[in-house]
């Protein structure tokens, strides 16, 4: 079983920052880990990548959140992490840890999703 575990959501005001973090988990088998990511969903709204990060940390971002969010990894400890600066009440959203693993043994990679975690930005 794939487990995608966020931390670190919460309450913080317009101009704060918070930290996100997601840790990759599979039981019963190997795994191998290539791009993780974040994605958010506020209500009547799309989901939409907020960043993405690849094996080799290779980054991308969503032009609203470029020079305010960070987005890391550790590949000893299968965690991704979202530094998020400089907050506003439009980032106030359920944000989604994404990460494509493939089972070992296994033939295809496929894409795990987290359970979500709520930031909410006060004015």
């Known amino acids: 079983q794939v487990q995608l575990v966020e931390s670190g959501g919460g309450l913080v005001q317009a101009g704060g920052s918070l930290r996100l973090s997601c840790a990759a988990s599979?039981?019963?088998?190997?795994?191998?880990?290539?791009?993780m990511g974040w994605y958010r969903q506020a209500p009547g709204k799309q989901r939409e990548l907020v960043a993405s990060i690849t094996s080799g940390s290779i980054t991308n971002y969503a032009d609203s959140v470029k020079g305010r969010f960070t987005i890391s990894r550790d590949n000893a400890k299968n965690t991704v992490y979202l530094q998020m600066n400089s907050l506003k009440p439009e980032d106030t959203s359920v944000y989604y840890c994404?990460?494509?693993?493939?089972?070992?043994?296994?033939?295809?990679?496929?894409?795990?999703w987290g359970q979500g975690t709520q930031v909410t930005v006060s004015s």
């Open positions: 994404n990460a494509v693993i493939k089972l070992v043994p296994g033939i295809q990679y496929n894409m795990y």
């Open positions: 599979v039981s019963g088998s190997s795994f191998s880990l290539s791009g």
